[in-house]
């Protein structure tokens, strides 16, 4: 498809003429940062924003979604509940944008996830290039990120004066068509694109020591290595780590009932890997009963399990993570550290 | 990687709808105490559905209100016919919600979900069951299956153990099985009393009575975490592969569908590879026993 | 609503400031459908009428003196369920600071010399006393809280008090850090549950909800220290509602220190 | 034949109180009112603590009026260290105070008093017997709750509270939604007012010293001097002229007198002394509810409530508006000028004058601490009065006797667990004796 262009103070416009039809949510200012929320004027977006504390995933995956009412008095009524809106999410980094397709991935593989689908298919993604590093402790570099070839319907650059507009889905032209008005870039645009795109890689450094391909074989031989012991000492089992990432997708199942205790709703909420309780069960045997465990669980998952079932990384490098832990636990340090003990192994 | 089981989504057949979470609801046949802690429930499937299911596969079992927790299939396949049975241990929230319904009763259901034992290669073999305490539920499935289907199988063995003679499950059935004479039963008690004339001592002390032709036989053993380890260790000591030793494991669930992440075993989600495995397949994951 | 079936319930305050009782009253705002599932059968701050026929008791308030443990254990024998209502009846709260109370004047109060640094008082939660089946935390509870766990309560489930930290709501509730903003804060060993209200409101986490059963206490005392505080600050943070709780970990080091 | 009244214990009330009653021939014998709940050492458990925690362990005095404590201890830290709070902290201070006033003033009179006056023991059958009462009830407590919310995060236990300042700031919603709302409350003001003057409060009367804080601009409610119907002025510094504790020996809680034996505080007390400040709404309610100064019933302190009920939710209106004029700014907490003092405050809140009086040394710690408290000012009044009522009553019932001594109890709004948080150490030996000799 070819470039759009996009002035930006038709951007302004074209969300004004969104919102009567869609939510629209993107970065606003919150709490002497940022947080993805929903706007009702587009002067409250702030579309060079620090990383948010929680990834947009709030709005495909909400920390509480009622799955569906039950009444019992009619014999055990159940009727599923679907809460989404036509959403569009606007000024999602690209690291996010990643951690989306792995959403989509893991909700709609095996026995698809209807409530899970009903968001995501409702939802339309404006992302945009990030074109500095939105937060210090970010590594989407190293993790291959920093920039997306799909998974948005339409995708913005900044350009100075304008926003440059790939085109990534029929339904993100269907929108810009409709709602935008746009015009169709100029060779000046794209040699402008071509050299805003080559100037912003500098700016971002490599963190990891090593290539993220061998991320997965690192870790299946570090199952047992000391530094886990070392993470469980420290780390204080707070879940902020999980909580605020946007590929963790864990959750637990609990039926709420009305004071009547006949009619009620079974909602599913956040859950994380960190907490005690995760995978204890009915007589108090804990499958992952030391923090060392549950830590090394945690980044096997992000480097490898999930990498293993679904092909994508469970970790984008946006940082949040690192940015959250009061101890200072971060995926950076702990990848290297582990790279470094196997290097070390391997030559002695 | 271990493959998952292939969802069976077509409405209609099973009870795993397109709505993932909505449970079918079934009706409560009968209950019958088996011990202080367990009763088997007979639940009538919701008219025109059937569960298709293998033995050794689980549903979500729901208490409207209180909450929804997996429970294994303990009638086999062969004997289904618009009902299900459901060996329950009154251990929490949800169970004890269950032990609370009667006759008449709406129970919420989902599934079933897992991959189950692969029977069909079993056939023409010699079969150990080992189950401990609750592990008969889930494997009265399998071994009714093999019964119903007796001329298919070699050589079937029972050692079923339980703490104490009152926790014993199915005693009426252990006692058709032993009747019927193709069946060699052993049971054991940790610990005996004034009636238990029959052998004590945990299950492996059962291994010492019986004596396997490793090659050809399949064994499959579901109980607690702890008797795994002791377990397998006797049955390796037989010489059965790797692959022909057979096990459930448990783990908290929330979903039944590999997405809720509380069964994961490193990357693999207990709910949809399993809960039954092969020896061969989970002893390289780490945290799997 | 038949007068009949609906369980009775009794509300009963110890050495407290009724700010539990008050919040049940005020949950009646938002569900006044209460009153049609539990009757109400003695509520002193509220009500006239008195019975000694309930099936929950809910406490508030801690134990200070030998009467109330007699009052206590005739409460025990006749309801079947116990709910410690709120810090005081759960961990004793403010009122445990009394053991902090020196000994010069503590001898001068009712033990004499008997007493040591720590003894002084007898002020403890009502778990000390008698059996306590279920515990609603908070200083005060949170009504959302208390009617979930009403709700469990009649259903015949756990009621759903949390038991991870609180920075997990904190988060949700997408606080910037009190750490990040040169503050400090006792969320990462605090049991979760009121949505993390003081962090959203801009002050720091005091665990009136008590700790989490697995706190990573060395950790969280090295993030303290880290943060500037000293050994003597560590353990103000750490008593204002856990004195009782932490009365034999203070003796101790205080012995080592003092 | 002796007659004896053993009310053990008052019921709806806020702690636990007992009234006795020796009667013989006729004529009252002696009459107390007890307090029995167990005492709390609060001043002894302030200190050693950091001044920051003083404002939170105080406002667990009292659950009812812990807005009222929280103020009140801020200003003391305050004045020791020597802080001006910005105008805006006070505006918002001012409102959290009206939200609390109306919180308590809307429990005491509906759900305390107001079951006595239509023939129930509780509020809760008042739900089925007078529903939409308890409704409007229901609905302004919730409206006064959710206006101390907007600026503190709950009315019980404040948290946005600080020395200084404040950690949380409303937004113009929110204040925008709250006027509303008041402005809709006003109908509910209206109706409250109509209640409470179609009730027959007893006919009983007792001239007495009424003691409360005045100042020349407004309705004191933050600021003020401490005043006395009896003529006399005195800087809130100056409290222990007027307050005189002393102890008795069936109480746990420090009783106060002033000039003659007893004096009262709270709402009756600020109705007589500042009655000329009272917003004009206010005071037609009060000559609705034929209230005029000096208004010298007791009972009719239920009365000066309701007036200030309508004070309150007037100046709550005007308050929004100022705020919502001027913009609110996230501003961080006054800064402290020096690092130890003295400091005193007090502040009148819906039981009457509270002072709070901190030393606070060099480390930040506190040294030492005082504080008076409402119910214990009202204690003698309540036992004056009682001596006054029971011989005009003598010859009744038993039963009507003890009610209506529960009503004129009840009447004060008596926080009682208040009362005995606040028994210093000193004379302790006595009082802990004397409760444990009872036991
Ligand atoms: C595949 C499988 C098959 C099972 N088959 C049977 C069976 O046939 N009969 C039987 O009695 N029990 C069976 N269980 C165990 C049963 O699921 C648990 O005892 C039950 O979930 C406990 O729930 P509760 O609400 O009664 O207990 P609670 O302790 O109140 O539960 C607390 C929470 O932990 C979760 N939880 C606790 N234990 C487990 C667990 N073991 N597995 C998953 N989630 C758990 C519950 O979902 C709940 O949210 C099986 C478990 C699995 C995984
Ligand atoms: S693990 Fe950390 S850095 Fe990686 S995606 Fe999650 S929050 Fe971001
Ligand atoms: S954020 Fe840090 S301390 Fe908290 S659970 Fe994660 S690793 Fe542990
Ligand atoms: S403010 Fe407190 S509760 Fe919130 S994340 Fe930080 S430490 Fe945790």
Known sequence: ?348 | MIAPAIPQTQSGRTLVNDEIFVPEIGRVEKIEPLTALEKVFTIELPQGKSLNHRPGQFLEISALGVGEAPISISSSPSRSNGFVELCVRKVGDVTSALHRLRPGDKVGIRGPFGRGFPIENFRGKDILFAPGGLGLAPLRSVINQVLDERAHFGRVIILYGARAPAELLFKDELRQWEARGDVELHLTVDRGDEHWKGHIGVITTLFKDISVYPRNTVAVTIGPPVMYRFVLMELLGTGISEGNIWLSLERRMKCGIGKCGHCQINNVYTCQSGPSFSYKEIKGLEEAL | MSQSNRPKVAFFDFTCCEGCQLTVLDSLQDHPDLLGAVEIVQFREAMSERSDDYLIAFIEGSCSRPADEERLKHIRARASIVVALGACAHLGGVNALKYFIPLDDARSYVYGDKAGWYDTGDVRPVGAVIPVDVFIPGCPIDRGEFIACVKALLLGKKPPVPDYPLCVECKLQENACLYTRGNICMGPVTRAGCGAICPTYGQSCESCRGFVSNPNDSSMRELLAKHGLSMDEVNMQYTLYNTYSMRDELKRRQSIHG | MGRRIDVHYVTRVEGHGNIVVEMGNGKLKDCRFEVVEAPRFFESMLRGRHYSEAAQITSRICGICSTGHTTTSLRATEKALGVVPSEQTRLLRKLAFYGEMLDSHVLHAYMLVAPDFLGVGSVIPLASTHPEVVLRALRMKKLAGDLCAAINGRHTHPIAMTVGGFTHFPNPDELEDLRYRLEEARRDVDATVDLFASLAFPNFERETEYISLSHPDEYAFIDGEIVSSDGVTLPVEAYRDITNEYLVEHSSAKLARHQRDSYMVGALARFNNNYAQLHSKAKKAASALGLRPKVINPFLNTAAQVVEIVHCVEGAIAIIDQLLERGIQPEEPAPLESLEGEGISGCEVPRGLLIHHYWIGADGFLSGADCVIPTNQNIASIESDMRALVPSIINNPVNDIQLELEMLVRAYDPCISCSVHVVKLDPLLKVGDAIKNRQ
């Open chain 1, 1 to 348: 498809m070819s470039l759009t262009i996009i002035p930006k103070i038709e951007l302004s416009n074209f969300i004004n003429r969104l919102l009567p039809r869609y939510h629209v949510a993107g970065p606003v200012a919150s709490d002497g940062g940022f947080a993805f929320a929903l706007i009702n004027d587009p002067d409250e977006l702030q579309l060079e924003y620090r990383t948010t504390i929680l990834p947009p995933k709030k709005y495909l995956l909400p920390p509480r979604e009622i799955l569906f009412h039950f009444e019992l008095e009619t014999n055990g009524w159940v009727q599923a509940s679907y809460q989404a809106h036509p959403t569009v999410l606007i000024g999602m980094h690209t690291c996010d944008l990643h951690a989306f397709q792995l959403l989509e991935r893991v909700f709609t593989s095996g026995f698809p996830d209807s409530n899970y689908i009903d968001r995501s298919s409702q939802t339309l993604i404006i992302s945009i290039e990030c074109l500095a590093p939105c937060d210090a402790h970010a590594f989407c570099k190293s993790m291959g990120t920093l920039t997306a070839d799909e998974g948005y319907d339409l995708h913005l650059t900044d350009l100075g004066e304008v926003y440059a507009v790939d085109i990534g889905s029929k339904p993100g032209e269907a929108l810009l068509k409709e709602y935008a008005r746009t015009r169709t870039a100029a060779p000046d645009d794209i040699s402008r694109l071509n050299a805003v795109l080559n100037e912003k890689w500098p700016r971002f450094s490599y963190r990891l020591d090593f290539d993220v391909s061998d991320l997965p074989s690192l870790l299946s031989v570090s199952a047992k290595s000391p530094i886990w012991a070392q993470l469980g000492e420290r780390c204080l089992g707070c879940a902020s780590c999980t909580n605020v990432c946007p590929t963790c997708y864990c959750f637990d199942v609990r039926d709420e009932v009305e004071m009547d205790l006949q009619r009620g709703q079974r909602v599913r909420v956040w859950d994380s890997c960190q907490l005690d309780e995760f995978a204890t069960v009915a007589g108090g045997h804990n499958f992952r009963k030391s923090q060392a465990m549950r830590q090394r669980h945690r980044f096997m998952r992000k480097g490898k399990y999930i990498y293993d079932a679904y092909g994508y990384m469970g970790c984008v490098g946006c940082g949040r993570c690192a940015r959250a832990c009061l101890v200072e636990i971060n995926p950076v340090s702990v990848f290297n550290e582990l790279y470094r003990l196997r290097e070390v192994v391997q030559t002695s």
